[in-house]
């Protein structure tokens, strides 16, 4: 075995060293102008008391301290993680309060968005692995993937597949929205991102969903096309699932993610036939690109016309 020894003695540190140190000390501090700014005393974030009928929003709440425990393990102080902590608990408590988390999880969204909110949690297990209450709710989160809580029945074990694209604590939430009237109405900050659809009659450009009728149209066809099946967004869970794993070893957490990413593996080896869209023949799906969407028969394209993407 090599074997290396220092021989030459540091005298002083590097300029560069002592500058990170000092952003380091500067940045322990900042945290407390933030709370008294933008908390109150038991560390809920100062916000309205009433929640709309929107699913998205949770994830805009833990991000505002989800780096908290991570900045810790890279070196900033102790109270980062006792303050990362307590922000995580109350803050899961306000979203309880206001409805869009159900038993300390989210009650059902896109795993895009849900993943910005646990990184969070991740990063407060890999900080202090010996945390039994959040190793409990690791275990708790994870499952609900395994189908371990009957009130949230996600997966299929059967296709392989989570039951719909919005899922969580409450099972598959499905549909894009919870109205009534399903809408996809005009917005400026989303006109960059384009139609949601190109084959809905009478919406030919993105503003067109100015006009309520067609945007109305446009959103009872995300009702129906997004609002059940898997979608390759999905694939998320994996690291709720390997948290688990890690706090644990338990080898069914294990099995999970290999069982379900070797379902994914198969369907982009596959290759699909042409789809039809609007009376013109679409390419087929080339073997070794992954499908975004797939239906709860566990068919590509079951909601689409048969389109491997569009999910």
Sequence with gaps: MLTLTASVPLDAPPAWAVLERALFD????????????????????????????????????????YNWPL????????HLLTQGQRQWDAITKQLTELGPVL????????????????????????????????????????????????DAPNYDPERKLIRAPH???????????DSPEPSYGWSASMRTYGLPY??????REYDDLKDPTLSRRMGEAMQERMGKGDVAGNLMVTS??????????EEKY???IVEYFNAWRERAAGSAPPA???????????????????????????????????G
């Design 167 to 177: 899922n969580g604590s409450g099972g598959p939430r499905w549909g894009h929205t």
């Design 26 to 65: 500067l940045m322990d501090r900042s945290v407390h102008p933030f709370l008294e700014k933008y908390t109150r005393p038991d560390g809920t974030l100062i916000w309205a008391d009433r929640w709309s009928d929107s699913r998205d929003g949770a994830d805009d709440f833990y991000e505002s301290s």
């Design 71 to 78: 900045y810790y393990l890279l070196g900033g102080g102790d």
């Design 276 to 310: 039809e869209q609007s009376g013109q023949s679409e390419r087929p799906k080339p073997a070794g690109l992954l499908p975004d969407n797939v239906g709860l028969s566990g068919d590509v394209g079951e909601y689409l016309d048969g389109r491997w993407y569009g």
């Design 254 to 256: 294990r099995r999970w």
């Design 103 to 150: 038993d300390e999880y989210e009650r059902g969204y896109d795993q895009f968005h849900q993943s910005e909110s646990y990184i969070y949690f991740y990063f407060l297990c890999l900080a202090d692995p010996t945390n039994e209450r959040n190793r409990e709710r690791a275990v708790r989160f994870a499952g609900l993937y395994l189908n371990e809580n009957p």
């Design 240 to 249: 709720l699932i390997a948290n688990a794993f890690l706090l644990t070893g």
């Design 198 to 203: 190109t084959d809905i009659e009478g919406v």
